[in-house]
């Protein structure tokens, strides 16, 4: 899988798996016409082409052999301090549980860090059971809640910000084969690399052994530490920085 920027080529596919993430998730609260509705305010095409013109918001796209999978919606609010308020992270229902969801809030939250972003928040509504889980067990705490309408409803929307413990509970395991290498790549454990993140595998899905380190930028497993527990991806070059990146500068 690669984490990308999105671009104008990407919107019909950005619907696509908008409307199946959003019908397979509030089904149960929301009917269908209204999930429709909504879709058409938030998707169309001109209003995508906003936000990728907008230095302030962040689109990035998770694309495998299957096309674009999953995406992220964020923007950059508020100057003193800055918030990364992610609005949308979308997996489509075919490819949720691999760990899609995990390696795309990590980049979506690096990403927002690189905007300028000093605290991340994310927003969803409050009758999605996974979708507050998800926050809660990636080291996010509920903030408060606030009113939002969506078509004609008014519903309750929870707001989660990040905290410094970065303690991941949620299932972000997919199994990698990549020049005839097979491992469990946890994308929940994420180290900061000068090209993209590296994330930690293991041998077997329960981790009780531990393969390496993945390349993110290249999707390789082709990398080596050195001293001082510098890690280099000898495919593509992408480095652990000296200090190893957890979420408490956010």
């Given at each position: 899988m690669q984490i990308r920027d999105a671009t104008a080529d990407d919107f019909e596919a950005l619907r696509a798996v908008a409307a199946a993430s959003l019908h397979d998730s509030?089904?149960?609260?929301?009917?269908?016409?209204?999930?429709?509705?909504?879709?058409?305010?938030?998707?169309?095409?001109?209003?995508?082409?906003?936000?990728?013109?907008?230095?302030?918001?962040?689109?990035?796209?998770?694309?495998?052999?299957a096309g674009i999978v999953a995406f992220s919606q964020s923007e950059i609010v508020g100057k003193t301090p800055s918030d990364g308020r992610i609005l949308w992270l979308h997996v489509h229902p075919d490819h949720r549980g691999h760990g899609y969801g995990s390696r795309l809030l990590t980049e979506t939250k690096e990403a927002l860090v690189e905007h300028?972003?000093?605290?991340?928040?994310?927003?969803?509504?409050?009758?999605?059971?996974?979708?507050?889980?998800?926050?809660?067990?990636?080291?996010?705490e509920r903030a408060g809640d606030r009113t939002v309408t969506v078509a004609d409803e008014t519903l309750t929307e929870n707001i989660f910000v990040a905290t410094e413990e970065e303690h991941v509970e949620w299932e972000a395991l997919d199994e990698v084969t990549v020049d005839d290498e097979t491992a469990y790549v946890n994308y929940a454990?994420?180290?900061?690399?000068?090209?993209?993140?590296?994330?930690?595998?293991?041998?077997?899905?329960?981790?009780?052994?531990?393969?390496?380190?993945?390349?993110?930028?290249?999707?390789s497993f082709d990398t080596a530490m050195g001293t001082m527990e510098e890690v280099v991806c000898n495919s593509c070059g992408n480095r652990r920085k000296a200090t190893r990146w957890d979420a408490a500068y956010l």
């Open positions: 509030y089904h149960h609260m929301l009917d269908p016409k209204t999930i429709d509705v909504a879709l058409e305010e938030w998707y169309a095409a001109d209003l995508l082409a906003e936000q990728l013109a907008d230095d302030e918001a962040v689109l990035l796209v998770a694309e495998d052999d300028g972003a000093q605290q991340i928040s994310g927003a969803v509504l409050d009758g999605n059971r996974r979708g507050n889980e998800f926050y809660a067990a990636h080291a996010f454990e994420a180290h900061r690399g000068t090209e993209g993140q590296f994330y930690e595998a293991y041998v077997d899905p329960e981790r009780e052994r531990r393969y390496g380190l993945y390349c993110g930028a290249c999707n």
